[in-house]
Nanobody
């Protein structure tokens, strides 16, 4: 069955960097748009970044623009989120999501990985 497994979260100091990875299996990864979301305690889940199926186009939330970079490897079936110049307000559980949009619509979520930015 379809599965998304995130990794790479952890504790980092403000100004530091982390690279998240989301490994996909059980579906045709290259046909899905991939996104990263995050949810901080007491807040709603928000979209962080999205990348197109071929990895050519991407979009970012204003709060992470110029600090985060989304990328994908359609051979390794993995999507990444490079996070630089991290701030305490970036603390959240980060989730990856796969979306298939067309005649058939499907969506899959990962289980999440905790990112904590603190000194």
């Amino acid at each position: 069955q379809a599965q998304l497994v995130e990794s790479g979260g952890g504790l980092v100091q403000p100004g530091g960097s982390l690279r998240l990875a989301c490994a996909a299996s059980g579906f045709t990864f290259s046909t899905y748009t991939m996104s990263w979301y995050r949810q901080a305690p007491g807040k709603e889940r928000e979209l962080v970044a999205t990348i197109s199926r071929a990895g050519i186009g991407s979009n970012y939330a204003d709060s992470v623009k110029d600090r985060f970079t989304i990328s994908r490897d359609n051979v390794k079936n993995t999507v990444y989120l490079q996070m630089d110049r991290l701030k305490p307000e970036d603390t959240a559980v980060y989730y990856c999501k796969a979306d298939l949009v067309g005649v058939i619509t499907r969506a899959y979520w990962g289980q999440g990985t905790q990112v904590t930015v603190s000194s």
